[in-house]
């Protein structure tokens, strides 16, 4: 069974730092990666996805990720945060495209003055 | 962009009672669309995925017959929390997606339920 783990529960960064977000998973075949952000009280919205190809993914809002087989990572990252950007974040996996998603807890972003 | 819309997006209702919440692509047909539960500070657990036209496909541990999942256009889906109890209080996200199950899903901004 697929599995997602998000070792860090909440991080809190000051702006204009850098951030990394961790996201190791469990899957047999070659996965389909998601990060997905959410703010209080709302839906979610994609920030970037991985099927295949280049393993450094770009998304929206300046966000990237990487995709590394060997250590089962797909860790979210940002060179400079912003005060907007404090939310929560969830990596998700799937066999196949967007179907069947499975999500992790979650690492609630917090960001300092 | 794709976007979806949840209603209500939040309700009090009490003990014993039936809910019905609606989710709805705007600007798309959706031909699947999936429904989540939220607990605090937890994660998306998917309850089920349902195609237009068909019978929804519960996941393990979802009892159907007490959330009723309808799929009767492209635009509408809606889930009925039927005697509802204080336990099914919970944060109930969908998400649709198009032509097909493999594309893009695009998720509504939830409801909020609390059963009193």
């Known amino acids: 069974a697929q599995s997602v783990t998000q070792p860090d529960i909440h991080i809190t960064v000051s702006e204009g730092a850098s951030l990394e977000l961790r996201c190791n998973y469990s899957?047999?075949?070659?996965?389909?990666l998601f990060w997905y952000v959410q703010s209080p009280g709302q839906g979610l919205q994609l920030l970037l996805k991985?099927?295949?190809?280049?393993?450094l993914v770009q998304g929206i809002k300046g966000f990237e990720a990487e995709f590394k087989r060997s250590q089962s990572s797909f860790n979210l990252r940002k060179p400079s945060v912003h005060w907007s950007d404090a939310a929560e974040y969830f990596c998700?996996?799937?066999?196949?495209?967007?179907?069947?998603?499975?999500f992790g807890k979650g690492t609630m972003l917090l960001v300092s003055p | 962009g794709a976007v979806v819309s949840q209603h209500p997006s939040w309700v009090i209702c009490k003990s014993g009672t039936s809910v019905k919440i609606e989710c709805r692509s705007l600007?798309?047909?959706?031909?699947?669309m999936f429904w989540y539960r939220q607990f605090p500070k937890q994660s998306l657990m998917l309850m089920a995925t349902?195609?237009?036209?068909?019978?929804?496909?519960?996941e393990q541990g979802v009892e159907k017959d007490k959330f009723l999942i309808n799929h009767a256009s492209l635009t509408l889906s809606t889930l009925t929390v039927t005697s509802a109890h204080p336990e099914d209080s919970s944060f109930y996200i969908c998400?649709?997606?198009?032509?097909?199950?493999?594309?893009?899903?695009?998720f509504g901004p939830g409801t909020r339920l609390t059963v009193t």
């Open positions: 998400s649709a997606s198009e032509r097909g199950p493999t594309n893009e899903q695009y």
């Open positions: 899957y047999g075949a070659t996965p389909y």
């Open positions: 991985y099927f295949s190809g280049d393993t």
């Open positions: 998700a996996v799937g066999p196949s495209g967007y179907s069947t998603l499975t």
């Open positions: 600007d798309f047909q959706a031909t699947t």
């Open positions: 349902s195609n237009e036209g068909s019978k929804a496909t519960y």
